[in-house]
Nanobody
Framework: EVQLVESGGGLVQAGGSLRLSCAASGFTFDDYVIGWFRQAPGKEREGVSCISVSDGSDGSSYYADSVKGRFTISSDNAKNTVYLQMNSLKPEDTAVYYC????????????????WGQGTQVTVSS
């Protein structure tokens, strides 16, 4: 059974940092793209960042414009875990953050993900 479990959310002041983790089980990192998404109250879910985690990849990544320069995505294939380092957090980053896996990726992007985690809450106070 494929499972994605997010952790690392919490309450932080504006300007602070958090590191989210996405631990995957039930499949191996091979030709997958792992993405981070977020959904704020009353808003649609949006893509934040994604990374190619296949063994032969160079770890290519992609970021939404709203987080470029502040967030960094990385992977530890040996641990089947993807991280999202979030720096210089803003109140508008407040949302539930989800990780997801695309088992048939066609490049990097935020479309057609197959498996989703339950989410972790990130709250940034002003």
């Amino acid at each position: 059974e494929v499972q994605l479990v997010e952790s690392g959310g919490g309450l932080v002041q504006a300007g602070g940092s958090l590191r989210l983790s996405c631990a995957a089980s039930g499949f191996t990192f091979d030709d997958y793209v792992i993405g981070w998404f977020r959904q704020a109250p009353g808003k649609e879910r949006e893509g934040v960042s994604c990374i190619s985690v296949s063994d032969g990849s160079d770890g290519s990544s992609y970021y939404a414009d709203s987080v470029k320069g502040r967030f960094t995505i990385s992977s530890d294939n040996a641990k089947n875990t993807v991280y999202l380092q979030m720096n210089s957090l803003k109140p508008e980053d407040t949302a539930v953050y989800y990780c997801a896996a695309d088992e048939n990726p066609n490049g990097l992007g935020f479309q057609a993900y197959d498996y989703w985690g339950q989410g972790t809450q990130v709250t940034v106070s002003s």
